[in-house]
């Protein structure tokens, strides 16, 4: 479908296609895969010159904070950080979630190897008890420790007290 659609500029129906590419390819861990066929998509819902019409970006975003946050991870396996954070803030306007921005935030922060705020952020989404987020902020303050840390014994015992904390502040 891509070689048939050539230089021609996306329409509603070949970034309909991306859209599912890239979530498959996601799913796949296909990163860079993924990160092109939404960048694509990325792209052409935030440039004015897209061509695209309001009901034609309607479409593309009914599940508007659902596609931003793939952009966002997808963007992020692949080092696109900048992309990522503006797919991620996307996602927020779209729809606001303060545990699920904090996690996303962290990931980030991450990214850039900046530990200590990420570890902030994500001392905020835990804080928050929301069940929205999943178990990914646990993975990831395993993985935040096990950096700070100098050895994983370290890590784990930090690791085991700040799950108790959390078990004992929201039962």
């Keep these: 479908a891509s070689q048939r659609h050539g230089l021609q500029p996306p329409d509603l129906d070949y970034l309909a296609m991306q859209v599912e590419l890239g979530r498959l390819a996601h799913l796949l861990s296909q990163d860079q895969q993924a990160a092109a066929a939404l960048l694509l998509v990325f792209r052409a819902l935030n440039e004015s010159t897209s061509g695209l019409h309001a009901e034609e970006r309607a479409q593309l975003l009914s599940h508007a904070e659902l596609l931003y946050e793939l952009m966002g991870a997808s963007f992020l396996r692949v080092g696109k950080i900048a992309e990522a954070r503006e797919a991620y803030r996307l996602a927020q306007a779209a729809q606001p979630n303060r545990p699920r921005w904090n996690l996303h935030q962290a990931e980030i922060a991450i990214a850039e190897g900046n530990w ?56």
Aim: glycine share 2%; proline share 5%.
């Design 116 to 171: 200590d705020v990420a570890l902030e952020r994500l001392q905020s989404c835990l804080e928050s008890a929301s069940s929205s987020v999943g178990e990914k902020p646990y993975q990831l303050l395993e993985q935040i420790l096990l950096r700070q840390f100098p050895n994983a014994a370290a890590a784990e015992q930090r690791l085991l007290q700040d799950l108790q904390r959390l078990r004992a502040e929201q039962p």
